[in-house]
């Protein structure tokens, strides 16, 4: 068992051989462990910069895909319609053919008579 003399004597040895080195000694390891901390921080806030510019080129990524695709539906609209004008058209010329056909053959008809 340790007797106070024996504590007293070996308390020196064990913290350096004065307070001025145990205070030392403590504020070296409060500094790197500051120094520690700050390089971890800055590693935070590289990576979080990094994130914030993935963040913005996968906006611009999303954004650019987007307007594309509105552009080739609106193509796609634009071709339907055209098509469809077309359609509308020949339907129109197809009845006035139909009418000018019935109204004309009672005219052929006459004709040989």
Known sequence: MATKDHFE????????SDRKGLYSNVVATIDRKIQRLAS?????????????????????????????????????????????????????LAIQSLAIANTASGTLARLFQ
């Open 9 to 16: 004597m070996a308390q020196p040895h064990r913290f350096g």
């Open 40 to 92: 971890k921080t800055l590693y935070v806030g590289t990576v979080k910069k990094s994130l914030e510019m993935y963040d913005k080129i996968n906006k611009n990524m999303r954004d650019t895909a987007a307007e594309g695709i509105f552009r080739l539906v609106d193509v796609d609209i634009e071709t339907t319609a055209s098509k469809l004008r077309v359609l509308e058209t020949q339907q129109q």
